[in-house]
């Protein structure tokens, strides 16, 4: 690995611990922070959106944080039964966080815009790593490489938004169109590079 992989790949470890670790803030919180200020009373008082909520940024912060490492070849072959352990949390991780997810985005700040955006991040999410999980099941590795790789590109939309949104609300001045905007920023352009990604390695799913 030469000193610009090295480079890469710490930054992208930092980040998903970094971002995966950011939800312990909304547990410990005396009161409300970040995206809980654009909600309003009644919703923070709701306790099945809240499950929902804790949920999503708990479990998605998990399939963050252990997701990354996977993309090490020499971790992955160093111990095939740890990256089977990684792998299971990671996908149970996911199918909690992104079932909650999808719940919740129908309660998304900026309407409409906003909600489908979150919402199909949530189905594709699942929908990457169910498939992921049935092909290496079925010992279809390199569908399972390509699926992984597309999920975890997903997954990752939880730190190009956190990127994003500052970015924009500064640039627009405002939260809330900056909002529906990252609803999509955050994770299309990723899947846009996992793909190329997927074809600058030839992988194929058949």
Same mark, same amino acid.
């Given at each position: 690995?030469?000193?610009?992989?090295?480079?890469?790949?710490?930054?992208?470890?930092?980040?998903?611990?970094?971002?995966?670790? %950011?939800?312990?803030?909304?547990?410990?919180?005396?009161?409300?922070?970040?995206?809980?200020?654009?909600?309003?009373?009644?919703?923070?008082?709701?306790?099945?959106?809240?499950?929902?909520?804790?949920?999503?940024?708990?479990?998605?912060?998990?399939?963050?944080?252990?997701?990354?490492?996977?993309?090490?070849?020499?971790?992955?072959?160093?111990?095939?039964?740890?990256?089977?352990?990684?792998?299971?949390?990671?996908?149970?991780?996911?199918?909690?966080?992104?079932?909650?997810?999808?719940?919740?985005?129908?309660?998304?700040?900026?309407?409409?815009?906003?909600?489908?955006?979150?919402?199909?991040?949530?189905?594709?999410?699942?929908?990457?790593?169910?498939?992921? %999980?049935?092909?290496?099941?079925?010992?279809?590795?390199?569908?399972?490489?390509?699926?992984?790789?597309?999920? %975890?590109?997903?997954?990752?939309?939880?730190?190009?938004?956190?990127?994003?949104?500052?970015?924009?609300?500064?640039?627009?001045?405002?939260?809330?169109?900056?909002?529906?905007?990252?609803?999509?920023?955050?994770?299309?352009?990723?899947?846009?590079?996992? %793909?190329?990604?997927?074809?600058?390695?030839?992988?194929?799913?058949?």
């Amino acid at each position: 690995m030469n000193k610009t992989n090295k480079v890469a790949w710490f930054v992208f470890g930092f980040l998903a611990i970094g971002v995966g670790l %950011y939800p312990l803030m909304y547990v410990f919180a005396q009161e409300e922070i970040g995206l809980l200020l654009s909600k309003s009373q009644e919703l923070l008082a709701n306790v099945i959106w809240n499950i929902g909520f804790f949920g999503h940024i708990l479990f998605g912060g998990v399939a963050l944080m252990v997701g990354w490492v996977q993309f090490s070849k020499r971790f992955r072959n160093a111990n095939l039964a740890r990256h089977r352990l990684i792998g299971k949390i990671y996908v149970v991780s996911v199918l909690i966080s992104g079932i909650c997810g999808g719940f919740i985005a129908f309660y998304a700040t900026g309407g409409p815009i906003a909600m489908t955006g979150f919402f199909l991040l949530a189905v594709f999410w699942l929908y990457f790593t169910i498939t992921a %999980y049935r092909a290496a099941r079925e010992r279809d590795f390199e569908k399972h490489k390509v699926f992984m790789i597309y999920s %975890y590109a997903a997954c990752f939309g939880a730190v190009t938004l956190r990127i994003w949104l500052p970015l924009l609300t500064m640039l627009i001045g405002s939260f809330e169109p900056a909002y529906r905007i990252v609803a999509w920023l955050a994770w299309v352009p990723n899947l846009v590079f996992a %793909y190329y990604w997927v074809r600058r390695k030839g992988l194929s799913i058949g």
